[in-house]
């Protein structure tokens, strides 16, 4: 390559760059680049020229502004990490405000479709009611004590980790922070709760309520087993009670983890708010997390719990997806426990 092919003119070299030729002029007029003068007086951008334009177009592309451009190029790394770390958070920011509104645009149409449910309630459920519950909790073991704050307690949270993570001690103590809450644990399956006999007892259209549940759930397609029926037990007796339920899929079918989720959606909407433990899938499709429900995740390693935004890219995202599989795979552990060694 001769000497004058590594010279640029300035429309060559904004078509290179991708930007215009009053960009280049506006660097310039900033002393962030100096083209090469030929000896007609012409602009020209040689090799060094066009590599500090590569930079700073780089450092513009990601909301730095000319000032900071020139900082960073003049040697302030520390500029360039506080700018980027508040573009990124904006960033994060509106992604998650574009996912909530795409969110509830799908359910809305989701919801207008559904002749049981119909459009009003649909309008009611995604309406941008939050329940008005903050409360902070110390983590138990595995953790060290540290505080986790639910700032704004959902209609709907799931709360997944992989095996040994905490996951149901948070549950546990969420149950026990939370007013009104109770934890159904995995001895539904056996012996129901007592006070869902009291409840039994006291309620004389809980019966009804209960088969007309299990009616809806085996025409969506569930199974009627003992396990799906314990489950309806603990959630029609639970008044004002918040519940916090421990593997929700478990000794369900896939059938009637569909069908289950698509009722506690509903249930949720209108009544008190539902925590669900899961690793299904099913149970839990991050690309079906509606505005008015929340993910927690437990991380492997212990650090604390946290809110994970469902959209990929999003801060823990990937982790909480690696938790989740099929029913068909979350069969082949079913009963497993992590055990804190004596």
């Known amino acids: ?45 040689g090799p060094d020229a066009m590599a500090r334009l590569v930079q700073i ?3 513009r592309a990601v909301g730095l502004s000319i000032t900071d451009v020139g900082r960073v190029l003049g040697g302030d790394a520390q500029t360039l ?35 049981r449910i119909g459009l009003t309630h649909t309008t009611k459920q995604f309406s941008g009611i939050r329940t008005a519950r903050a409360v902070g909790l110390d983590l138990p ?5 540290e505080h986790f704050l639910l700032s704004d307690v ?11 993570s905490g996951k149901t001690r948070l549950a546990m103590a969420i149950a026990d922070t939370l007013p009104d809450a109770r934890f159904v644990g995995l001895d539904r399956l056996d012996v129901l709760p007592d006070w869902v006999a009291t409840h039994r007892l ?6 009804d309520r209960v088969n007309r549940t299990i009616q809806n759930l085996v025409d969506d397609g569930a199974d009627a087993t003992e396990a799906l029926r314990a489950l309806v037990f603990c959630i029609e007796a639970r008044g ?16 009637s983890q569909t069908a289950l989720i698509r009722e506690l959606r509903h249930k ?14 099913v149970i839990l499709d991050m690309q079906a997390v509606g505005p008015d429900e929340a993910v927690i995740l437990c991380p492997a390693n212990h650090s604390s719990p946290r809110f994970v935004a469902p959209y990929p890219g999003a801060a823990g995202y990937e982790a909480a997806a690696t938790c989740l599989a099929p029913p068909q795979v979350r069969a082949r552990t079913e009963g497993v426990i992590a055990m804190r060694p004596q």
Do not use: C
């Not at 006291?202 to 019966?207: P, R, V, Y």
């Open 268 to 281: 949720a909407a209108f009544d008190h708010p539902l925590f669900v433990m899961t690793r299904s899938d």
């Open 154 to 164: 959902q209609p709907l949270t799931y709360i997944t980790g992989p095996l040994g």
């Open 81 to 115: 990490k506080t700018v980027l770390a508040q573009h990124h958070e904006a960033l994060q920011n509106e992604i998650g405000r574009l996912v909530e509104t795409a969110l509830r645009l799908q359910a809305m149409r989701a919801g207008a479709e559904d002749r």
């Open 141 to 145: 073991w595995p953790w060290g004590g």
């Open 57 to 59: 177009v780089a450092l």
């Open 1 to 45: 390559m001769n000497k004058s092919a590594q010279y640029l003119n300035p429309s060559a070299a904004a078509k290179r760059l991708g930007v215009s030729v009053k960009a280049l002029r506006l660097y310039e007029k900033h002393g962030l680049v100096t083209p090469t003068r030929t000896s007609s007086g012409w602009r020209t951008y």
């Open 202 to 207: 006291s309620d004389t259209g809980f019966n």
């Open 240 to 255: 004002e009670t918040i519940l916090v339920i421990d593997l929700i899929e478990q000794g369900l079918s896939e059938a």
